[in-house]
């Protein structure tokens, strides 16, 4: 959910392959779900953009730093 500024969002496959690239901007997009196991990333496009990131709970701190195998 963008609350300030433009971002890209992207989803990737299994291989780091990009999928899809979303444009998400505070004054167009009110939120966007993402699928569960779905490897995804956002890049701020504005400077001082700010993005809320909501997860179902209740929070694991060990799951949340799971990152893609082949992530840098």
Not at 15 to 24: D, M, Q, T
Not at 36 to 47: D, E, F, G, K, W
């Amino acid at each position: 959910m963008p609350l300030r500024g433009d971002f890209l969002l992207g989803t990737f496959d299994e291989n780091g392959n990009i999928r899809e690239v979303f444009s998400l901007a505070k004054r167009r997009t009110i939120y966007t779900e993402i699928p569960a196991n779905v490897y995804h990333t956002a890049i701020s496009m504005a400077q001082d953009s700010v993005f809320c990131n909501v997860n179902p709970g209740p929070f694991d701190k060990d799951r949340a730093k799971i990152s893609a195998p082949w992530a840098p």
